[in-house]
C-alpha cells in the first residue's frame, strides 16, 4: 500500500520505544465568517507498532482521494495526536492529553512528515523526511 501525501511518526523518548496506538487526525484550516477560524476534519490514522501513521490520507492523485475529496492543496493544516490513552495503556499519567501541531504546505506535491517525541509531561516536533 502506498503512503499517504502527510504522514507521522510518534516517539515515546521516555521508554526509547514507538508509541503504538495513538490516535491521529489531520485537519484543514478555512477562514470562517467574521474571521473565525475554521478546522475541518480532513484525514484519521492510528499509530501501528512501529509507531509510525501512514495512510491518513488516500496516495497522492488515487481514484479514493479524488472520489473522497482528500487532495492535499497548498494552505494552512493542524494535525491533532492523541496520546492520553496510550500513556494510561502503559500506566503512566499526561500532562498533555492532545498535541496540536499547525504546519503550512507551500507545495503540495511533496511529501509532508511529522514527527513526534512524546514523554508524559514534555514533546517536540520536526519537518521529517
Not at 492510528?46 to 487532495?71: F, I, Y
Not at 493542524?78 to 504546505?105: A, D, H, L, N, S
Request: hydrophobic share 30%; glycine share 8%.
Amino acid at each position: 500500500m502506498s503512503k499517504g501525501p502527510i504522514t507521522c511518526h510518534v516517539l515515546d523518548t521516555s521508554l526509547g520505544k514507538p508509541a503504538e496506538g495513538v490516535d491521529v487526525n489531520i485537519q484543514m484550516y478555512h477562514k470562517g465568517q467574521r474571521n473565525v477560524d475554521i478546522f475541518s476534519p480532513f484525514g484519521h490514522g492510528v499509530t501501528d507498532a512501529d509507531g509510525r501513521c501512514m495512510n491518513m490520507l488516500p496516495p497522492r492523485e488515487s481514484d479514493e482521494a479524488r472520489l473522497h475529496h482528500k487532495q492535499v492543496v497548498a494552505g494552512t493544516y493542524k494535525i491533532v495526536f492523541k496520546p492520553k490513552e496510550y500513556f494510561e495503556k502503559t500506566g503512566r499519567k499526561c500532562f498533555y492529553p492532545w498535541v496540536e501541531i499547525t504546519f503550512e504546505i507551500e507545495n503540495p506535491e511533496e511529501h509532508y512528515h511529522i514527527p513526534l517525541l512524546i514523554t508524559p509531561y514534555s514533546f517536540t516536533t520536526y519537518r521529517g523526511s
